[in-house]
């Protein structure tokens, strides 16, 4: 069905879908304020009157692609597109964020959403957005519809007497405003070599301090040079320092960061944090049994599996290798069939095929193949958890083909 036209017949005919103009901002921030419960409560801990919570969806709105069903005039379900930039192991690539994804109670188990999650991806698709993100409200409901998670958050607590002994380095950390220019200097570099990582522009950027309050605060640590190399975004509250996001570029920045971290052992009696490395800490530290928990974070899902196979960089190329991908998709039907993978002069070349020219399948749905290729999953662990149908002398090159990287994604939209 295209915008415009309408569901079924008889009820049904009451229910219109098309693209959300500036005309429906109103009901399109009263639908997100009802399905996700943002109460005066919330808006009073960060400080927001209710003019000002309805003024910061404005910018998201104008940004994105909206989508939604409406009765007899009225919303009833919407869905946002919002268009970033993601690297892939190494490489930037345009992506689509699905966000906004809501339904009014009355309205549900009539396919409004399967609908529109279809729409989204037609619609990234036209785009070129060949990847999509969410950070997802019920895990079940988007695999069902091809997103698979990639990353992990992980959390932890400190006591004050774990903290790292301090170390010598050569630079110098400051406070700064959130809004400091290095900051955001340090992690778009990072991000570009960060595999998973979003590209935040001033939108982006905007998104990420939504719902802090104003007590957050940011200290960069400088090298010898005054060259920015990593920062830390954290709160002190009730004597725990809380870190909302640490980054950094080398080894020195890392212990710069947490000698500052440690130089608040007066005032406090743990720090907690989270983690987006895919990596656990514990590791690092000198006591080892601290708390830590994990889960998951991100989804991800590969919107048009011939684009993103030629766009993906292969960790090698031999123009002998040939590979068929037998890929499931639920809800894009392009997806769905065989993709014969070769490699010539160096480029990966996708081509979708009617039938096997070699015996090299690889029968998978599209969760897998995005959570694979994502490198959050490794061939191995999918082929012993029975998500890859395949023989088994395949695994090596799958595993030499896929870098080892796991992605970071520490945003949330």
Request: charged content about 25%; glycine content about 8%; aromatic content about 14%.
């Amino acid at each position: 069905m295209g915008e415009g036209q309408q569901q079924g017949s008889g009820l049904h005919d009451a229910f219109e879908f098309r693209q959300l103009g500036k005309e429906d901002f109103e009901q399109f921030e009263a639908l997100l304020r009802y399905a996700f419960q943002v109460s005066s409560s919330e808006m009073a801990r960060i400080g927001w009157s209710e003019k000002e919570m309805k003024q910061s969806k404005k910018p998201i709105f104008e940004a994105s692609h909206v989508m939604g069903w409406f009765y007899k005039g009225r919303l009833a379900s919407q869905i946002v597109i919002y268009p970033m930039e993601v690297n892939v192991q190494g490489e930037i690539c345009k992506m689509g964020g699905i966000t906004g994804v809501a339904t009014y109670p009355e309205y549900t188990g009539r396919g409004l959403i399967h609908s529109l999650l279809g729409k989204s991806l037609e619609h990234m698709r036209a785009e070129q957005q060949i990847i999509s993100y969410l950070c997802p409200y019920s895990i079940p409901l988007y695999r069902k519809h091809g997103w698979e998670i990639v990353s992990d958050k992980m959390t932890f607590a400190i006591k004050d007497t774990q903290l790292p002994a301090r170390r010598a380095v050569d630079g110098l950390i400051e406070r700064v405003d959130i809004e400091n220019e290095d900051l955001h200097r340090v992690y778009k570099y990072f991000a570009l070599q960060e595999h998973g990582a979003l590209i935040r522009g001033a939108l982006e950027w905007e998104e990420y301090w939504r719902w802090d309050s104003d007590d957050v605060m940011a200290a960069v640590y400088y090298g010898a040079d005054r060259k920015p190399l990593g920062y830390v975004v954290y709160y002190i509250e009730n004597e725990v320092f809380s870190i909302k996001e640490m980054v950094y570029l080398n080894q020195e920045a890392k212990s710069g960061i947490w000698n500052y971290i440690s130089a608040h052992f007066s005032m406090i009696t743990r720090v907690e944090g989270v983690n987006y490395t895919g990596e656990a800490i514990a590791f690092q530290f000198e006591d080892s049994e601290i708390d830590e928990t994990i889960q998951p974070y991100g989804m991800a899902r590969i919107v048009d599996v011939q684009r993103f196979m030629e766009f993906y960089p292969y960790q090698f190329s031999d123009p002998r290798l040939t590979l068929e991908f037998e890929v499931r998709d639920p809800i894009a039907p392009w997806n769905n069939g065989i993709f014969h993978m070769s490699w010539q002069e160096g480029e990966a070349v996708c081509e979708q095929v009617s039938t096997f020219r070699s015996g090299h399948r690889i029968g998978l749905d599209i969760q897998t193949l995005t959570t694979m290729f994502m490198g959050y999953k490794r061939p191995t662990y999918l082929y012993n958890n029975d998500r890859i149908d395949m023989d088994y002398h395949l695994l090596k090159t799958l595993e030499a083909l896929i870098p080892p990287d796991k992605p970071y994604f520490s945003d949330y939209f």
